[in-house]
Nanobody, 120 residues
Framework: QVQLVESGGGLVQPGGSLRLSCAASGSIFSIYAMGWYRQAPGKQRELVAAITNDVSTNYADSVKGRFTISRDNAKNTVYLQMSSLKPEDTAVYYC??????????????WGQGTQVTVSS
């Protein structure tokens, strides 16, 4: 079994910063791609940023230059540093990890979601 635990969401003023974390634990052999998605009320879930196991990254156009994704393989953790936050960044943020467990194939796991609210 694999568990993902997200943390770091909250309420922040426009222009502020937050850092999200997503830690995986359990029966993990290897973690491949890691990503962050978000879903705002009434909208579809969208990819925000992703990072591969060779540290290649890609970002949604709306967050380029403001958000940075990173990973700590020793801690099985992915981070999303968010700066210059805007009200339109308000959403529930979900981490998404492709994990190979011991003796099993690769499976995609989702975090429980963490609310980010940008408001004055």
């Amino acid at each position: 079994q694999v568990q993902l635990v997200e943390s770091g969401g909250g309420l922040v003023q426009p222009g502020g910063s937050l850092r999200l974390s997503c830690a995986a634990s359990g029966s993990i052999f290897s973690i491949y791609a890691m990503g962050w998605y978000r879903q705002a009320p009434g909208k579809q879930r969208e990819l925000v940023a992703a990072i591969t196991n060779d540290v290649s990254t890609n970002y949604a156009d709306s967050v380029k230059g403001r958000f940075t994704i990173s990973r700590d393989n020793a801690k099985n953790t992915v981070y999303l540093q968010m700066s210059s936050l805007k009200p339109e960044d308000t959403a529930v943020y979900y981490c998404n990890l492709a994990i190979r467990s011991l003796g099993m194939g690769v499976k995609v796991y989702w975090g429980q979601g963490t609310q980010v609210t940008v408001s004055s």
